[in-house]
């Protein structure tokens, strides 16, 4: 059963305007939040996180919101530029310090 | 910061034939993690290491699939007899386990590819 879903594979924003990025997930067990950016032949790349007693997170240009209650991920981006394309992952932490990944959304960026 | 590596980069090679990975973490990390991850999927996990003790294992883990960390620094993934379905980027990331929330920092990964 997946866990985590990212149900936009794709993604096209103009240069400047706000990218939106979701993820949904069904383990309520689920207690600290993350996004990765992967560029191809690279590993991914810690982007912002948030924990499970806040519901919004701000790094910059980046913003991070979690729902509890509908048990939805987001991430913001504003404004989006070009070196923003990239396959982004949310990824959410359980029992252990296993981490398990969403599918990814290919972000693109148009100049 | 050096980052996570990773060697080799790419693995190539025949089924049946035996491969072995080695990772080295960012060097104040006491857990190192193993993640598999295939086209058009998120990494999976597969077990993570706090210093030398290897806490967690995942049921995808076969047993022809053996991690370790020895001393608790560098960490090597063996996989015995491989197979077509063992194809797959293998991920390393390591991080500062038990100092709150941390987030787990990536290597580069190998790809391997089974003839």
């Known amino acids: 059963d997946q866990q985590v879903k990212q149900n936009s594979p794709s993604l096209s924003v103009q240069e400047g305007r706000i990218s939106i990025l979701n993820c949904d997930y069904t383990?309520?067990?689920?207690?600290?939040f993350l996004w990765y950016k992967k560029y191809p032949a690279e590993g991914p790349t810690f982007l912002i996180s948030?924990?499970?007693?806040?519901d919004k997170n701000e790094d910059g240009r980046f913003t991070v919101f979690l729902n509890k209650s509908a048990k939805h991920l987001s991430l913001h981006i504003v404004p989006s530029q070009p070196g923003d394309s990239a396959v982004y992952f949310c990824a959410m932490r359980s029992s252990g310090d296993k981490l398990t990944f969403g599918t990814g959304t290919r972000l693109a960026v148009r100049p | 910061d050096t980052g996570v590596s990773q060697d080799p980069r790419h693995k190539i090679t025949k089924r049946g034939q035996n491969v072995t990975f080695r990772c080295d973490p960012i060097?104040?990390?006491?857990?190192l993690y193993w993640y598999r991850q295939t086209l058009g999927q998120g990494p999976e996990f597969l077990t993570y290491?706090?210093?030398?003790?290897?806490?967690?294992k995942s049921r995808l883990l076969s047993d022809r699939f053996s991690a370790e960390r020895p001393k608790g620094s560098f960490s090597t993934l063996e996989i015995q007899r491989t197979e077509q379905g063992d194809s797959a980027m293998y991920l390393c990331?390591?991080?500062?386990?038990?100092?709150?929330?941390?987030?787990?920092?990536f290597g580069d990964g190998t790809r391997l590819s089974i003839l």
């Open positions: 290491f706090q210093n030398e003790a290897q806490l967690e």
């Open positions: 948030i924990s499970s007693i806040k």
């Open positions: 383990n309520s067990m689920f207690d600290y």
């Open positions: 060097s104040e990390h006491n857990r």
């Open positions: 990331a390591s991080s500062l386990g038990g100092w709150g929330n941390q987030p787990q920092h």
